[in-house]
């Protein structure tokens, strides 16, 4: 894999700012031109360097999605803006013997937003156990707990109120039989 650092443009050790600089001017270009293989390379360097801010250089095991040291502000802002497939794909660069509480919390919240309620509890009840003083993991798992049925999404039962539409219609066939044993035709045919 390439080093992060010549996607990017920049020398070893650069800034945020001039990472920062350099990832938005690539993207400029890379947009215009329509190289949409080139931006998953561009933001696959960009997550690394950001990632990995004020580590010592040393890429070599780079490999796009591998982070030394686990910061989960960019995940977060990507579920938080929808991109749940970005955020999918960077926890799963995370390795095993580095998922902790926070991984497995942020893994459930995006398995519920895509309504895998089994799935989801399963890892906020991880995440809970790993840190039992954190209240939002707490709340996490209680609150899907009381909301799920077993199965993936579930639809709401609502209480019947007023006329729906098919009410409306079984009282106005029903009104058109009775009219016709009588001689009339309230729904004349064709």
């Not at 803006?81 to 902790?100: H, K, T």
């Not at 942020?106 to 799935?119: A, D, H, V």
């Not at 939002?136 to 799920?148: C, L």
Request: net charge neutral; aromatic share 10%.
């Amino acid at each position: 894999m390439r080093n992060p650092y010549e996607v990017l443009g920049v020398p070893e050790g650069a800034s945020s700012e001039q990472i920062n600089a350099a990832y938005k001017e690539k993207l400029r270009i890379y947009q215009s031109s329509g190289q949409s293989h080139m931006i998953d390379k561009l933001n696959a360097a960009y997550d690394y360097l950001i990632m990995n801010a004020g580590e010592p250089s040393g890429y070599s095991s780079y490999n796009g999605y591998t982070y030394r040291n686990t910061d989960y502000s960019d995940i977060r802002a990507k579920i938080n803006s929808g991109r749940l497939d970005d955020a999918q794909l960077l926890l799963d660069g995370v390795p095993e013997n580095a998922r902790d509480a926070q991984w497995y919390y942020l893994k459930g919240t995006i398995q519920q937003k895509r309504g895998w309620l089994e799935e989801a509890a399963k890892n906020f009840a991880t995440a809970s156990n790993l840190d039992p003083s954190n209240n939002t993991y707490k709340m996490a798992y209680n609150k899907i707990s009381s909301n799920r049925s077993g199965g993936y999404r579930t639809e709401r039962r609502r209480e019947k109120s007023g006329c729906s539409g098919c009410d409306m219609c079984t009282g106005l066939l029903c009104a058109d039989c009775c009219c016709e044993c009588f001689g009339g035709d309230l729904i004349p045919c064709c």
